[in-house]
């Protein structure tokens, strides 16, 4: 009875390691009209992966998206797109991590994830001199 009880543990922890890391969305939704501005605030844990931008049409609007530490994001969306952001790799000393090749014989740096760890804010500034009314979703995509 004894050997199934730790079999049992043992196949309960391996799948609760496995949920901890779940892909996951969360759209920010706003409209604006004409130049105003639209700030949403949402608590996120986990690394960034992508931003997907639902934009009205024939409209020009700057969004940013930004934690209290850095900006992440700042653009002027003209249509619906998805956005790859991500930030060079650091040593302890603070440089960025390097390596020589690729296309050319200089210095490149490594890249990785976005890491979210508290309140990220995503603005949308309407760029329209009417007063048009134009929806925006943005949605971050992360991992948990």
């Not at 543990?9 to 890391?21: D, E, M, Q």
């Not at 996951?24 to 931008?53: C, K, M, W």
């Not at 409209?59 to 790859?84: E, H, M, P």
């Not at 995503?122 to 992360?142: C, E, F, K, R």
């Amino acid at each position: 009875m004894k050997k199934y009880i730790g079999l049992f543990l043992i196949i309960t922890l391996a799948f609760s390691g496995l949920a901890l890391a779940v892909m996951d969305d969360q759209p920010f939704v706003s409209t604006v009209a004409g130049v105003q501005t639209n700030a949403q605030n949402q608590v996120l844990r986990g690394e960034l992966y992508a931003i997907h931008f639902d934009v009205a049409a024939s409209s020009t609007q700057t969004i940013t998206v930004a934690t209290a530490r850095q900006l992440i994001f700042k653009k002027d969306v003209t249509a619906d797109g998805i956005y790859y952001p991500m930030v060079p790799l650091c040593a302890t000393n603070g440089n960025a991590i390097t390596f020589v090749g690729g296309t050319n014989d200089t210095a490149n740096a490594f890249y990785g994830k976005i890491p979210l760890a508290g309140k990220v804010t995503v603005t949308v500034l309407g760029g329209n001199a009417v007063t048009s009314t134009n929806a925006n979703t943005t949605t971050l995509i992360y991992n948990k």
